[in-house]
């Protein structure tokens, strides 16, 4: 495979990762539009929430942001800007801003979401309380990867298909 090919199967996973990544945040604010504080709930009703979290949850969209960095990282390496553009240099600087964006939205699902949806789901110990308290660090967290994905988006397509705008 040359990489041209590799370029066009690269944007092809970046998209599809893209949909489902964003798609499942975005479905996750239909499916629960506010926060609903677990604590007052019986255990029993607890316990079915966290398991249709688990249901719900369960690695696809995590794997889907790597897929999503690691192929816009690998594109911005084919064209030669990776640096300039994580640097925020020249017409370039629009396109870098979006993928740190992606980049710390990345690190919020990694490093603060999925730390916390481990307790909430029963992967990591926790005591009942600690899941409780887990289940609102994972809905803000959740709500700030949504938030973000907006000027993500719109940053990367505007910086790699309408540069000159800006």
């Not at 940053?155 to 000159?164: F, R, Y």
């Amino acid at each position: 495979m040359t990489l041209v090919e590799l370029d066009v199967v690269a944007r092809w996973l970046h998209l599809l990762g893209l949909l489902v990544w964003i798609g499942h945040n975005y479905a996750n604010v239909i499916q629960r539009p506010r926060y609903v504080a677990v604590d007052a709930m019986d255990a029993a009703a607890t316990e079915q929430l966290f398991m249709q979290a688990a249901r719900r949850e369960h690695g696809t969209f995590r794997y889907a942001s790597l897929v999503v960095l690691a192929s816009g990282l690998y594109m911005l390496w084919f064209r030669g800007i990776v640096a300039d553009a994580l640097a925020l240099r020249g017409q370039f600087a629009v396109l870098g801003l979006g993928v740190w964006i992606g980049l710390l939205m990345t690190a919020n699902l990694w490093f603060v979401l999925w730390p916390h949806q481990k307790k909430v789901l029963g992967f990591v110990p926790a005591p009942h309380a600690e899941r409780v308290r887990c289940t609102r660090v994972t809905f803000l967290s959740s709500r700030t990867n949504t938030i973000l994905s907006f000027p993500a988006v719109f940053l990367m397509i505007a910086g790699a298909h309408a540069p000159m705008l800006f």
